[in-house]
């Protein structure tokens, strides 16, 4: 069984540009949630995709936006990046049956800096 | 909206020593709890949960942690710390229906000494 997979591991951009991060949901995974950890915080939801809709949005700006695919593979799109933007993005896929999330696995990461 | 506290940003014990790492959740109803541990440049791995059923919940490598409804806690414990128990532990909440997300604590760095 393939566990949660992220692309790519690290990237660095300048202010102003765009990022796109990508993820792979761990099979048989329909829901898929993103985070941010800022260095030496816990992460913070940003929001999560169920069936390729947008299914809760944390306190993020709209800069931050993102896709599910038909796969239930997903992307973090951040537009206009900021230096504050600089920090670990965690994806999370988990399984969702009856209406009752099941819990969330983690993959590991893609470390954004901001220059 | 819930919150997650946990007391003390750094633990440091002996090997072979009791560990115990605090969390204190704030909710206006029943949550799901959970304790992850994350390894240096690593995601999160699910040491264990509490989704209502058993209040003392055991989980991987030994760690176990007890839901106390009265003190809002859900501390993790280890009878026996190991060299390879250093790492950065994160309690986080869910509530059990509305927004699916979870909530994480500031997080716990253990280390072990030898």
């Known amino acids: 069984e393939t566990g949660v997979t992220q692309s790519p591991t690290h990237l660095i951009k300048t202010r102003g540009q765009q990022v796109t991060l990508r993820c792979s949901s761990q099979s048989g995974h329909n829901t898929v949630s993103w985070y941010q950890q800022a260095l030496g915080q816990g992460p913070q939801f940003i929001f999560q995709?169920?069936?390729?809709?947008?299914?809760g949005r944390g306190n993020f700006p709209p800069r931050f936006s993102g896709l599910q695919f038909p796969n239930y593979s997903s992307e973090l799109n951040v537009n206009a990046l900021e230096l504050d933007d600089s920090a670990l993005y965690l994806c999370?896929?988990?399984?969702?049956?009856?209406?009752?999330?099941?819990?969330?696995?983690f993959g590991p990461g893609t470390r954004l800096t901001v220059l | 909206a819930q919150s997650v506290t946990q007391l003390g940003s750094h633990v440091s014990v002996s090997e072979g020593a009791l560990v115990l790492l605090r969390c204190n959740y704030s909710s206006s109803v029943p949550p799901y709890l959970f304790w992850y541990v994350q390894y240096p440049n690593q995601g999160l791995q699910l040491l264990l949960k509490?989704?209502?059923?058993?209040?003392l919940v055991k989980g991987i490598n030994g760690f176990e942690a007890e839901f106390k409804k009265s003190e809002t806690s859900f501390h993790l414990t280890k009878p026996s710390a190991h060299m390879s128990d250093a790492a950065e532990y994160f309690c986080a909440v869910r509530l059990i229906q509305g927004a699916q997300k979870l909530v994480f604590g500031q997080g716990t760095r253990l280390t072990i000494n030898p």
């Open positions: 995709y169920y069936r390729e809709e947008e299914n």
């Open positions: 509490y989704t209502s059923a058993a209040t």
């Open positions: 999370a896929s988990s399984p969702l049956a009856g209406g009752v999330t099941d819990t969330q696995y």
